[in-house]
């Protein structure tokens, strides 16, 4: 296990319908990245959370959005749902360091699914 | 022209076999290639990461690039039904491609 979790597992939820999704990065971590995995498809970047500020956002329309807690927690909240969120959301979070790259760690993920 | 191609076919193989896993990728400034396996219900876990052309081994698994060809690749040597899962490249962490999925029949 890598210590990132998320919730819910699972959820239902109407076209037009907002929804909320939550992570919790792993300890010592301070940026977090949002994916949305189809099925069938590799992960898709939404964005990226670094010290509460977006650091980086994918091709994802604005109802996509984002927090960042001071306890470098997160949230995904997606507005006006579609069929087509239908998904896996993921979260990974790492550690930014000063140069070099740094390893993400996925959480299980939440399915998403959009009636 | 996507980021980072990966043929989406699955892929099944005797245990025992040797798997042989490869993606494209469009952008030479890219600078990590990541290969990631996940089973089923579970999110993406890292397999390995290289910065620079060549090989790079851990036990059974070697990553392969090759900078001039824009092309990755990941070896599975001695598979194990274990080793069943979807295998996915990444190139600086951002773009994914689409995943295999590896069966090894015992």
């Known amino acids: 296990e890598t210590g990132v979790t998320q919730s819910p597992t699972h959820l239902i939820k109407t076209r037009g319908q907002q929804v909320t999704l939550r992570c919790s990065s792993q300890?010592?971590?301070?940026?977090v990245s949002w994916y949305q995995q189809a099925l069938g498809q590799g992960p898709q970047f939404i964005f990226q959370?670094?010290?509460?500020?977006?650091?980086g956002r994918g091709n994802f329309p604005p109802r996509f959005s984002g927090l960042q807690f001071p306890n470098y927690s997160s949230e995904l909240n997606v507005n006006a749902l579609e069929l087509d969120d239908s998904a896996l959301y993921l979260c990974a979070s790492s550690s930014k360091l000063a140069g070099g790259t740094d390893t993400q760690y996925f959480g299980p993920g939440t399915r998403l699914t959009v009636l | 022209q996507k980021e980072v191609e990966q043929d989406p076919g699955p892929l099944s193989v005797p245990e025992g076999a040797i798997v042989s896993l490869n993606c494209t990728y469009s952008n030479s400034a890219f600078q990590y290639f990541m290969w990631y396996r996940q089973y089923s219900r579970k999110g993406p876990e890292l397999l390995m990461y290289?910065?620079?052309?060549g090989n790079k081994e851990d036990g059974r698994f070697t990553a392969q690039v090759d900078k001039s060809s824009k092309y990755i690749s990941l070896f599975i040597r001695d598979s194990q039904p274990s080793d069943s899962a979807t295998y996915l490249c990444a190139v600086d962490r951002l773009a994914f491609g689409k995943g295999n999925q590896v069966v090894v029949i015992p």
């Open positions: 300890s010592g971590h301070n940026t």
């Open positions: 290289t910065y620079s052309s």
């Open positions: 959370y670094y010290r509460e500020e977006e650091n």
